[in-house]
């Protein structure tokens, strides 16, 4: 299974911008469907975006859809999160994930990164 570390989160204000970083191990990067998710203090795990591994279509959840950009950067092994425009409900600890199913829902995700937190506060 491929290693995953996450790093970029931080404290920002509303309005402002982070990009999280998704560094995997191993050289089968490409083979792998990445996503982001993220779990807010009391609340479950949810999904946040995931980019194909097979031609790199992205998909999102409604609640950033248009402020978030996922992307990825096979030679580098990284995949990344774009965050603008952020808002006070984008705080949450934030986790890369990958799996090798198709057409994946969150259970089928099975390397996960350690998180990195975001908090979104004036």
């Known amino acids: 299974q491929v290693q995953l570390v996450e790093s970029g989160g931080g404290l920002v204000q509303p309005g402002g911008s982070l990009r999280l970083s998704c560094a995997a191990s191993?050289?089968?990067?490409?083979?792998?469907?990445m996503g982001w998710f993220r779990q807010a203090p009391g609340k479950e795990r949810e999904f946040v975006a995931t980019?194909?591994?097979?031609?790199?279509?992205?998909y999102y959840t409604n609640s950033v859809k248009g402020r978030f950009t996922i992307s990825r950067d096979n030679a580098k092994n990284t995949v990344y999160l774009q965050m603008n425009n952020l808002k006070p409900e984008d705080t949450a600890v934030y986790y890369c994930?990958?799996?090798?199913?198709?057409?994946?829902?969150?259970?089928?995700?099975?390397?996960w990164g350690q998180g990195t937190q975001v908090t979104v506060s004036s």
């Open positions: 980019i194909s591994r097979y031609d790199g279509s992205t």
């Open positions: 191993g050289r089968t990067f490409s083979s792998y469907t």
């Open positions: 994930a990958a799996t090798q199913v198709r057409g994946a829902t969150e259970a089928d995700f099975h390397s």
